[in-house]
C-alpha cells in the first residue's frame, strides 16, 4: 500500500504544534521559536514533505513579487555578466526579478543564504558553479522551490536538473588547432583542479595529443585559477627558459589576458612567437589586440536554457530535458599562427 | 493652519472606494479595476500621500522579503559589475537581496517596471544613469520607497538623492598628464554628449588645455558610446592622416581597449607612437598589453555609499549628505609617454 504523502497537518499533529507554526517555517517567518523550528524541519525531511505546487503564485500580477535567485560562488568578471544577461533575456518579458547572490568563492551557499530564500520564496534557484549538500537540497525541495546548476563544479545527484557545455570538446579543438598549425610543445594553463570542466579541458587536450599521436610534456600542464593574475604568474614562469612552448592553451579569457602580459614581458610577440587561445569568447576577445581565438561557451544560452528551465519548473510541469550541455566551438581570430621555427 | 497629512481612509472616502481598494493599489495589486486604480493614484498624487515608513518591515528575519531594486541603463560591461560588487558589500552583511534590473539602454525605466516594484516592495531602489519622471517618483514616494541616483544622467531635482563622481576633475588630470609629458595633439573619444558625466570629462579635457594656455582641435573631440567599438571607429578615422594626434584620452577604458586595437591597425606602438589614457580603473586593466593609465573612479565605492544612503533612508532615517561626488585620480601605468616627435 503506498503511504498517503504528509500534510501540514500531519506535520502539526506529530510534531505537537499547530498548523500556522509549520506554516510559519515552511515560510521563512522568523516569530518560532529556534528548538520548535528545528523539529518541525526534521519531521519536514522525514516525510518528505513537498508544498503542493498550485499553492503557489504564478500569475503575472499576482500579489506575491515573482523573484528568481541568481546565485555565482564568484560573481566580479564578465563570465558572470554573460550569464546574468542570457538570465534576463528569459526573466525580463517574464517580468520576473532577479536576485544576486555571490558566494565570495565558495562552492556551497551558507544556511542562512537558504534561509533568506526560504522567506523570499523565488520561483526558483540558479546556482553557477556551485551546490548544495543534501539537507539544503531537502528544504527547497519542501519548500516547492525548483533549482538548477549551471556549469556543474562537482557531480550532482541525477535528479538534479543541469545545464553545463561539453568542456571536453573545447579543450580538444583548441588543442587539435594548434597541433594542425604545427605547434609540437604547448602548454596549458587552467583553473581549479578540483572543478570537473577543469578537468575536463585538460582531459581534450590530453586526448588531442593523443589522437595526433604526440606526447606532452606534464609540466607544461599547470593548474591555477581562471584569472588574469593566474595565467600573469605560470606564464611568467612557463616562457621563461630556453625549453618554452610556442603555444599556450588558457583556461579562460581572463587566463589568456594573463598570459599576454607575460609574453610581453619577455619579449615576445602574440602571434609571431607565441599562439595563444582562450576560453569562452567574451565579447571583450574580439577587440583585444590581437583578438583573441577562443572557444566559445555559449553562457548567455546557458542562462536563458537555464532560466526557462526554471520558470517550467516552477509552474509544475516537467522541462523536456534536465540534463543538458550545449555544443562549445572554436572561433579563429589573430593571436595563433604556426610557430616561428617550424 | 498646516493641513493634516491624509490617510488611506481619507483617500478611500474621496474616492468612493474601500479601505482594502485603496491598500491593494499600494501594494501592486492586480485585483482592482484599471480605472479605479488610477482615480485612487490620482488621489494619492492629490493629497501627496505616504506610507508611514514605520509600517513597513525592517527585522533581519521579519516576514517580508528585503530586497534592494538595482536598475541599469545598460547592464553588460565591467562597469556594471563593479558598482554591482559595491552594493553587495552593504547588503550582503545586511542579508538583503539585490533584484538586478536593465532598460536596455533606456534611462527611463518603463510603467510596468514601476508596478513590478510596487509589488514587491523593497527597501530602496538604486538607479544607475537613469532617472524617474515626477509621476513615477510620486509612485514610489507614497509608497515610502526611498530612492538613489548614482551618477545621474541629467540634472535631477535637488531632494533627490545622488551619489556621482568628480567627471569634471577626471577629464582635467587626464589631459594635464597628457601635456606635462609635452603632447601638444591630444584627441579626446568620449561617451554620449547628452550624458551630464560625458560633457563634464570633456569640460575638464578643454579646461586643462586653457590652463597649460594651448589652443585644442575642436576636430579632435568625438561623441560616441561607451564601447570598444566606438573607441576603434573614432580612433581608426582619427589616426588615419598624417595630423594625426599623439595622445587620446578616452572616456572609458572600454574605448581605450578599441583604440589600442585601432592603433594596432595603423601599425603604431603604445606609447611609443600614441599615448592612451582610460576612464573607470576597471580592474581588467592592470592586465592590459602595456597596462594601461587610466582615471580611477571609485565604482565600487559609489556603489556602497548609495546602498548605504537607502538602507538609512528605508529606516525613516535621514543620511549624514545626500548629494555626494566621489574623488577621481590618475592611476599612471605605462600606456603613456612623452611624444616620439618633441
Known amino acids: 500500500m503506498v503511504k498517503a504523502r504528509a500534510t501540514i497537518a500531519d506535520i502539526a499533529a506529530e510534531v505537537g504544534v499547530s ?130 546548476v549551471l556549469d556543474t563544479q562537482g557531480n550532482p545527484p541525477t535528479d538534479v536538473p543541469t545545464v553545463g557545455s561539453n568542456n571536453w570538446n573545447g579543450g580538444f579543438v583548441a588543442t587539435q588547432h594548434l597541433i594542425g598549425l604545427g605547434h609540437r610543445r604547448i602548454g596549458v594553463i587552467m583553473g581549479p583542479s578540483d572543478v570537473l570542466c577543469s578537468r575536463a579541458r585538460v582531459d581534450g587536450f590530453r586526448s588531442a595529443h593523443d589522437d595526433a599521436g604526440l606526447p606532452f610534456d606534464p609540466a607544461l600542464v599547470r593548474w591555477g585559477e581562471f584569472t588574469p593574475g593566474s595565467g600573469f604568474h605560470h606564464a611568467r614562469e612557463m616562457l621563461a627558459g630556453p625549453a618554452r612552448p610556442t603555444a599556450i592553451f588558457a583556461g579562460s579569457d581572463d587566463v589568456a589576458i594573463g598570459i599576454a602580459r607575460a609574453a610581453r614581458e619577455h619579449g615576445l610577440r602574440i602571434p609571431e612567437d607565441l599562439s595563444v587561445v582562450g576560453y569562452d569568447n567574451l565579447p571583450i576577445t574580439e577587440w583585444m589586440s590581437p583578438p583573441l581565438t577562443t572557444v566559445n561557451q555559449p553562457l548567455r544560452e546557458m542562462g536563458s536554457l537555464a532560466a526557462q528551465m526554471l520558470l517550467t519548473l516552477a509552474e509544475g510541469r516537467t522541462p523536456s530535458s534536465t540534463r543538458v550541455d550545449l555544443m562549445t566551438e572554436l572561433v579563429v581570430r589573430d593571436s595563433t599562427a604556426p610557430p616561428a621555427t617550424v
Open 19 to 148: 498548523v500556522p507554526t509549520v506554516s510559519k517555517v515552511l515560510n521563512g517567518r522568523a516569530d518560532v521559536a529556534e528548538a520548535t523550528r528545528i523539529r518541525v524541519e526534521q519531521a519536514l525531511s522525514r516525510h518528505e514533505y513537498r508544498k503542493p505546487v498550485s499553492s503557489r503564485p504564478t500569475g503575472s500580477r499576482a500579489s506575491a513579487p515573482r523573484l528568481l535567485d541568481l546565485v555565482f560562488h564568484e560573481g566580479d568578471n564578465l563570465w558572470a555578466q554573460e550569464i546574468i544577461n542570457g538570465v534576463e533575456r528569459i526573466s525580463g518579458p517574464e517580468r520576473v526579478g532577479v536576485v544576486l547572490s555571490g558566494l565570495g568563492g565558495q562552492h556551497r551557499p551558507p544556511q542562512e543564504w537558504i534561509d533568506d530564500v526560504m522567506a523570499r520564496r523565488p520561483l526558483g534557484v540558479l546556482l553557477v558553479l556551485s551546490g548544495l549538500d543534501a539537507t539544503q537540497r531537502h528544504q527547497l525541495h519542501s519548500r516547492a522551490i525548483p533549482f538548477v
